[in-house]
């Protein structure tokens, strides 16, 4: 079983960064694909990017342009660049892998990220 646990979150100025990061363990592959959702208070989580091994990435619509996924392929963890953030970019910010041949699907514990002034 892949184990993913997030860090970085915190509290940020509207207008401000930060970055959060999500590190695998449990497994001697590579993990293919890393999602990053988020769940906002009241509302359903939602899908916010993702990005392969091979480095091609996706996003929603609504942080295009504002994020930027990247990962350490070496050590399977993935990270989560956030520029320009609104107050409706607050969340629980949570790490996903889809279930593969090798590994289960696994969620991380989430990491709270709060855009305030």
């Known amino acids: 079983q892949v184990q993913l646990v997030e860090s970085g979150g915190g509290l940020v100025q509207p207008g401000g960064s930060l970055r959060i990061s999500c590190a695998a363990s449990?497994?001697?592959?590579?993990?293919?694909?890393m999602n990053w959702y988020r769940q906002a208070p009241g509302k359903q989580r939602e899908f916010v990017a993702m990005?392969?091994?091979?480095?091609?990435?996706n996003y929603d619509d609504s942080v295009k342009g504002r994020f930027t996924v990247a990962r350490d392929g070496a050590k399977n963890t993935a990270y989560l660049q956030m520029n320009h953030m609104k107050g409706d970019d607050t969340a629980v910010y949570y790490c996903n892998i889809p279930r593969t041949p090798w590994y289960d699907a696994s969620w991380g514990q989430g990491t709270q990220v709060i855009v305030s002034s």
């Open positions: 990005i392969t091994s091979g480095g091609s990435t």
């Open positions: 449990g497994t001697d592959r590579t993990i293919h694909v």
